[in-house]
């Protein structure tokens, strides 16, 4: 423990990566409560794993990955957005083909792009301790621009996930609200790529949200109460994984589990007695 926090004042890496833990814990406590609630944590898999295709098509031409990551999860967004409320006898097969074609693009892309292989390790798992300042920058503006969406549009957001038809019969236009939704959720994946990588990051968004639910009946209540628990877990994943030299993303996803589990047992345990 001494230890820990010593390089904690002594290394800037540890520093970003905390400050990394609390800009992520806003955004995936606000947007993991909406995929919770609207149940859309399938839609999100989609999105999250599309992504690898922009980057990977973003690294061969030499370009920021960051910034072909964005333009993906938004593209994906829209799409997966628009087939699932136009086709949606087919929707869980469109999605998964969206899913597989995203990794499949991406990893075609990165195989003839020279020395990949780390970057798309750190992509893939993510990798907390490289965040550099302009990292925490980009994330910082990112978390503004979900913030303020959300608040500028809180009432339509509300009715619409809670009850699209009331919306529909009061003049919202649920549609679009939903493809925004999708855009914010792709905008909070780009946020979390590099604290637990794509293929973790359904659980840190999904995991803390449910985490909540299940103590608040209030979706604001639940927003930072989601958030309080993603930053918790990220902060003990940090922890945990510094002394061991554990993968940090992977544990912090493990301490986002056993948070749940425990908190579900708990649950049903009051609940009975």
């Not at 999105?47 to 938004?74: D, E």
Request: glycine share 6%; with cysteine; charged share 10%.
């Amino acid at each position: 423990m001494t230890e820990f926090f010593t390089a904690l004042i002594e290394y800037s890496f540890l520093q970003h990566a905390l400050l990394a833990c609390l800009l992520a814990s806003i955004s995936c406590g606000v947007i993991g409560s909406y995929i919770v609630v609207k149940q859309i944590s399938f839609l999100t898999g989609g999105i999250a794993h599309s992504v690898l295709a922009g980057m990977g098509i973003a690294y061969f031409y030499n370009a920021s990955p960051i910034l072909g990551a964005i333009i993906a999860a938004l593209v994906s967004s829209i799409l997966i957005g628009l087939i699932s409320l136009r086709w949606k006898e087919h929707e869980d097969v469109l999605i998964a083909a969206f899913w597989s074609a995203g990794m499949a693009i991406g990893l075609l892309f990165l195989s003839r792009t020279p020395g990949y292989n780390i970057d798309l390790m750190s992509y893939l798992f993510g990798n907390i301790l490289l965040i550099s300042t302009n990292d925490l920058l980009l994330m910082l503006l990112l978390d503004l621009v979900i913030l303020t969406t959300v608040l500028f549009f809180y009432k339509q957001f509300l009715i619409s996930v809670f009850d699209e038809e009331f919306a529909r019969l009061r003049g919202v236009n649920t549609e679009f609200f939903y493809i925004l939704l999708l855009c914010l959720i792709s905008i909070t994946i780009v946020i979390l790529i590099q604290l637990v990588g794509l293929i973790l990051v359904i659980a840190l968004l999904t995991l803390p949200a449910a985490t909540a639910n299940q103590y608040v009946s209030s979706l604001y209540k639940m927003f930072f109460l989601s958030a309080l628990i993603c930053l918790g877990v990220s902060l003990c994943g940090v922890f945990i994984s510094f002394g061991p030299d554990l993968p940090t993303g992977s544990t912090i996803v493990l301490v986002a589990c056993c948070t749940y589990f425990i908190s579900v047992f708990l649950k049903r345990f009051i609940s009975t007695a």
